[in-house]
């Protein structure tokens, strides 16, 4: 938990395993977080209402959101935290990452924040897809020491957007492979 700014714009970005995952990540982070949700989920009866109360605003997940971007940028700015998940919604069931979109990668560089990376472990165990209800089983929430987003002299933000997000997903995959392999 060291490596959690007490201020300053920042970036939570977290792989996904399970609904749960925005109150564990955020509990020992004291200071006001955002998060960035998928604009559906809003819909749902009960579960839209409270992603509103605890501080979540909607966001497209396919194509642009520049409503969405310019509070979020706004935000960060201002010295915010915001959560995303860049895989853009929930992982596989055993827990395996999928591909991260570039948006926290372009978000960072665009207001100039670093990105603290988060790893969730065990969270698939306790919700899995298609249960009703959770279950006891351990999590473990890692908080990765800050990563601050640099493109490269002639590098396309595209390109910056893929080798950076390629970099998040590696760190944040590590201690889940470290997990199959029986070191955890």
């Known amino acids: 938990m060291e ?56 966001l497209q997940i396919e194509g642009s959101d520049p409503a969405a971007i310019r509070r979020t940028l706004q935000w960060l700015r201002k010295g915010g935290a915001v959560v995303i998940f860049p895989e853009g919604g929930r992982c596989g069931p055993s827990g395996e990452i999928g591909r991260f979109k570039g948006g926290a990668i372009r978000l960072a560089l665009e207001a100039d924040v670093p990105i603290l990376p988060v790893t969730i472990r065990g969270g698939n165990s306790v919700w899995p897809r298609g249960w009703r209800f959770p279950h006891p089983a351990k999590v473990e929430i890692i908080y990765h020491p800050l990563q601050q987003i640099r493109q490269h002299v002639g590098e396309e933000s595209r390109a910056c957007a893929r080798r950076e997000s390629e970099r998040l997903a590696q760190l944040i995959r590590a201690p889940l492979c470290e997990e199959e392999q029986g070191g955890a």
């Open 3 to 58: 490596n959690i700014p007490a201020n300053g714009g920042l970036i939570i970005a977290s792989n996904h395993q399970t609904y749960i995952d925005p109150f564990w990540l955020s509990l020992p982070i004291r200071r006001p977080v955002r998060y960035l949700a998928w604009s559906e989920a809003f819909q749902w009866p009960l579960v839209g209402k409270l992603m509103t109360l605890l501080g979540a605003w909607p």
